[in-house]
């Protein structure tokens, strides 16, 4: 059995190789087909990676816990600037939450800098001493920001990679002074280069300052808008969010029947949003190429149609010499398998190279699989196959007198 196979495999390579064109129009479909499951895939889920990787950089577990207006509750009269938020509740958070590891009270703006030589519109960040550990930022120049200087409110600040480059050029920014408005800040520490977050924000246009200095000395405010907690572990984000919730909710004396003053985002849900849509995305392109491949597997039909007619006179002679309807039907089965699947292994070539040019050009890591090369593969056979049904048994229900009298 096993060598009627093979010789039926032969037959089929001679009939490709006899009509060379004809067969590369016809694996035209499967290899669009396959190459573009390959790419899409690739492509979209190495994206996928890189942006979960991006959300991640931007912090250890990290949740956030941001004013929110309500226009309707105690604040309201008070203006757009008064935050529900305060220093206390994040110190609260911090002793009271077990779930939570670190919490730092924070509040950021957009100011001009100058500097002795420039001058330059660049975020503003106050912040606390554990700033740097919550966002994974270490300091690859001078010092990180420490308690004594939160305590004291002493005017100095970290500098970004970006908010270098505009105010200092090439030079070193170590005990430089920098000035917003009247107030004059010493460059301590050059923070490590972190890119753009997936708003595509630059994150290194930044300077830190301890937050009593710019709240009291540059802003003007009281209390800051914005609270970042990490919590203990990745399993930990949801018990830590409903303890802050709780505690908040009592601390700001807020009713059972009335909303938050605040509102609470975990980076886990911004992780689940970009696999969600990633996910929907690659099925798009699945289907997609399961188009090109149908399309492909018509044309294989069609040929293999054709074939049968051009080889009548063929397959009634073998029939006339014994072969049976069995044998009919495998040998144009394997013919179209043979060529759905040189199809399939021209479209993997393609795909695998076309997936890392095409990812290389837009910055990612393609996520190359060799189940996603395998599925194409066996998928392109399969369509070849099921595709060659017809013909097959148009082949092997011809009669062979009327066969062998056909011109």
């Known amino acids: 059995m096993f060598a009627l196979w093979i010789e039926c495999f032969k037959m089929g390579l001679r009939e490709l190789w006899r009509h060379k064109l004809r067969s590369f129009l016809t694996m035209i479909g499967m290899i669009m087909g396959v190459s573009v499951v390959i790419i899409c895939i690739s492509v979209v889920q190495g994206v996928k990676d890189s942006l979960i990787g991006d959300i991640r950089k931007a912090g250890r577990n990290m949740i956030l816990v941001v004013n929110q207006e309500n226009k309707k509750g105690k604040n309201a009269a008070a203006g757009l600037h008064t935050s529900n938020l305060s220093r206390a509740d994040a110190d609260a958070i911090a002793s009271e939450c077990d779930a939570v590891s670190a919490t730092c009270a924070t509040h950021g703006d957009k100011v001009q800098f100058v500097s002795d030589t420039a001058n330059a519109v660049v975020d503003i960040n106050g912040v606390g001493h554990t700033y740097t550990t919550i966002r994974n930022w270490g300091v690859s120049d001078g010092r990180d920001l420490e308690p004594f200087d939160i305590v004291a409110a002493r005017r100095v600040c970290l500098i970004g990679q970006t908010a270098l480059r505009e105010l200092f050029g090439d030079r070193s920014p170590l005990n430089q002074t920098l000035r917003v408005g009247r107030v ?22 930044v300077v830190i300052v301890p937050l009593p200095v710019l709240l009291r000395d540059i802003m003007g405010q009281k209390e800051p808008a914005v609270i970042l907690c990490s919590a203990v572990s990745d399993s930990d984000v949801e018990r830590a969010v409903g303890q802050i919730v709780d505690l908040l909710r009592q601390r700001h004396k807020i009713g059972e029947a009335d909303g938050d003053d605040f509102k609470v985002t975990t980076l886990k849900e911004k992780e689940e949003q970009a696999r969600t849509i990633s996910n929907q995305m690659t099925l798009l392109m699945f289907f997609l190429a399961l188009v090109s491949l149908a399309v492909g597997g018509v044309g294989i039909m069609n040929i293999m149609l054709v074939a049968v007619t051009e080889r009548t006179r063929e397959i009634g002679i073998r029939m006339a010499i014994g072969a049976s309807t069995k044998a009919i039907n495998r040998q144009f089965l394997v013919e179209a398998g043979v060529i759905s699947s040189a199809g399939g292994g021209v479209g993997i070539f393609i795909g695998v190279v076309g997936a890392a040019a095409i990812a290389k050009s837009i910055g990612v890591q393609p996520m190359m699989s060799i189940w996603i090369v395998l599925l194409a593969f066996l998928f392109s056979a399969g369509v070849g196959v099921l595709f060659g049904l017809l013909p097959a048994r148009r082949a092997a229900g011809l009669n062979p007198i009327e066969a062998l009298r056909h011109d």
């Open 184 to 205: 004059s800040l010493k460059v301590v520490g050059v923070l490590e280069p972190k890119g753009f977050n997936p708003l595509g924000l630059d994150e290194d246009n």
